[in-house]
């Protein structure tokens, strides 16, 4: 007999669970894009989304970082005190990939360049640099929630 496999959770089902509980809720999710999953840390709070990846030596190959707005916006990111290089992908509300920078150089001082989304996104995603051309991530892939086991 097969398992029985629960469904991907929609990134509105995420959403509206970080709004309704903001504070009860796991800093980590596993997110699905394509075939690939990543543990991905949560970035919720606007401290949490200043600090982001800041003076992490290393960031393993199936993880990274999820920021979540509470509506779809203009958002700007910079590498300020970031020792590694990352790929960053903004999404759509829908959870749809808009736009993506790869390869963005660390940057261990305060004088940083910023990246910018042209196209209002609620999620923006960091991950190792070099996964979005490793996976072939394009504009139009979708991420999905794995739900818990």
């Known amino acids: 007999m097969l398992p029985r496999l629960n ?4 990134v509105s089902t995420l959403l509206f669970w970080i709004l309704l509980n903001n504070t009860a809720i796991a800093n980590t999710v ?3 894009i394509k075939n690939y999953q990543f543990t991905v840390e949560l970035a919720i709070t606007q401290a949490e989304r200043s600090r982001g990846l800041m003076r992490r030596k290393s960031l393993a190959s199936d993880a ?3 920021f979540i707005y509470h509506e779809p916006q203009i958002i700007s990111f910079w590498m300020k005190k970031t ?3 990352l790929d960053l992908l903004f999404f759509d509300k829908e959870g749809r990939l808009t736009e993506l920078h790869q390869n963005i150089k660390p940057c261990p001082g305060t004088n940083c360049d910023t990246y910018t989304n042209k196209i209002p996104a609620q ?3 960091e991950l190792a640099a070099g996964t979005a051309t ?3 991530f394009h504009v139009g892939n979708r991420f999905t929630i794995v739900p818990p086991e």
Do not use: H, S
């Not at 469904?7 to 929609?10: C, F, N, Q």
């Open 7 to 10: 469904p991907p959770l929609t």
């Open 30 to 32: 596993t997110i699905q």
């Open 64 to 66: 990274g970082m999820l």
């Open 83 to 85: 020792l590694i290089p």
């Open 123 to 125: 999620f923006a995603l």
């Open 134 to 136: 490793k996976f072939n």
